[in-house]
């Protein structure tokens, strides 16, 4: 079974999605392909993060119509039997003219309107819709009008060997307590700029600590100045992007994981330091953190910008080291029991086999004559513009905010 999944080899969560499941799925006769289709794209991608499944179509193609026959024609060729677009814009526009032998799915990935809409496009097309929450699904069903009957819960997998030695690792052991932050340094989605609020809360309680922030990203200069104080006496270090196989040990010396977003999905970053036994303390997003923390058993949750609250839930680990490394070991073999890759695997092998099972859809593709752009990506000037200058007005606009 052949399933093209849109995504560019780059940084970030939906690539890691496609890294972590191609090889378990491979187990059950699933072929899992990378596709990134035109110009945009191609100037994401990122040679590194490509492997043997990654494909590029359409390098230099701007429109999305040349972009969407593109895919449609590799889809032949390649006999792809079902078809996850994400976020592509070439892709999603290519539904309404694929074969009906060709299934789609659709899986939503963050919460957020435009992730919702994007999840929805194509609807008349989409065989099954996953989520990777609790409340991914019900946003989607309450406000978006998704057929219950056509969702799925499937939470995001992890490879728990990758973080066996870090999970091994006893944690609380040293007198000055190791705090950890991964992630992108922004604030809209990743509240970096609580980070200096938590930091201060802490100083005034008096815990020894430090707070390593490894990432990159748009605030990532006025997180460090906001910084700047904790930085040069010590407690605060910046320690820059992490490639994958550098996020193990940075993890392993991190006793309480710091995770600051004010929404998500299903956040890799955070499985990960369950993985790896590290505790979490996190801002409760409803229905995504929560339901992947257990309050007290597997970490800590604390209300939304309530940096007070957080240094609290800090302070009292630093106080009580048994209770760290139980939590530690707790939420180590959660992870492992509930987000595993080999879990997520059979669960999208069962999906794509049960998918493949019912017979193809009534549908007659629509001619390229009558090629209409996915309505979550119009063409207008914009796209014309080059991405560098995209994300200085980007920044520009976030800094008077």
């Known amino acids: 079974m052949r399933v093209a999944f849109g995504s560019v080899p780059k940084d970030g969560g939906t690539f890691t999605f496609y890294r972590n499941l191609r090889l378990a799925l491979r187990a059950h006769g699933v072929d899992l392909r990378c596709v990134s289709v035109g110009r945009d794209e191609a100037r994401l991608w990122e040679d590194g993060y490509a492997d043997a499944g990654c494909t590029l179509l359409a390098p230099r193609a701007i429109g999305l119509k040349a972009q969407a026959r593109a895919f449609a024609d590799w889809c032949e060729a390649e006999e792809i039997d079902i078809v996850m677009g994400i976020n592509s814009g070439g892709i999603l526009s290519s539904f309404p003219h694929l074969p009906a032998r060709i299934r789609v799915m659709a899986r939503c990935a963050n919460a957020f309107d435009q992730g919702y809409r994007v999840t929805m496009a194509g609807r008349d097309r989409l065989a099954r819709i996953v989520a990777l929450s609790p409340r991914l699904r019900d946003d989607l069903?309450?406000?978006?009008?998704?057929?219950?009957?056509?969702?799925?819960?499937?939470?995001?997998?992890?490879?728990?060997?990758?973080?066996?030695?870090?999970?091994?690792?006893?944690?609380?052991?040293?007198?000055?307590?190791?705090?950890?932050?991964?992630?992108?340094l922004e604030h809209g989605q990743k509240g970096v700029l609580h980070l200096p609020a938590i930091v201060d809360a802490l100083l005034a309680r008096g815990v020894d600590f430090r707070l390593r922030i490894a990432g990159k990203g748009r605030h990532g200069d006025q997180l460090r100045r906001a910084l700047a104080g904790a930085e040069a006496a010590g407690q605060v270090e910046f320690v820059g992007a992490l490639g994958p196989d550098d996020i193990p040990d940075f993890l392993a010396q991190t006793d309480v994981f710091v995770f600051t977003s004010r929404f998500e999905g299903?956040?890799?970053?955070?499985?990960?330091?369950?993985?790896?036994?590290?505790?979490?303390?996190?801002?409760?997003?409803?229905?995504?953190?929560?339901?992947?923390?257990?309050?007290?058993?597997?970490?800590?949750?604390?209300?939304q910008e309530d940096a007070a609250g957080f240094a609290d839930a800090v302070a009292g680990l630093a106080a009580d080291r048994t209770r760290l490394a139980t939590l530690h070991k707790a939420v180590a073999l959660d992870a492992r029991a509930r987000f595993s890759n080999a879990i997520a695997a059979a669960s999208y092998a069962a999906l794509f086999t049960e998918i493949m099972a019912e017979a193809p859809p009534h549908w007659v593709p629509k001619p390229w004559a009558d090629f209409v752009p996915d309505a979550n990506f119009p063409q207008t000037w914009r796209r014309f513009v080059p991405p560098g200058v995209k994300e200085w007005v980007k920044g520009r606009r976030f800094a008077y905010q």
């Not at 060997?161 to 870090?166: M, N, S």
């Open 141 to 184: 069903v309450r406000d978006y009008g998704a057929d219950p009957g056509i969702l799925r819960l499937i939470p995001n997998g992890i490879d728990p060997a990758r973080f066996d030695a870090a999970a091994a690792q006893p944690r609380g052991q040293g007198a000055r307590l190791e705090l950890g932050f991964l992630g992108r």
């Open 266 to 303: 299903m956040p890799n970053a955070l499985l990960e330091a369950m993985m790896a036994g590290a505790v979490p303390v996190c801002f409760n997003i409803a229905g995504i953190t929560d339901f992947m923390i257990q309050e007290g058993r597997t970490g800590h949750l604390v209300a």
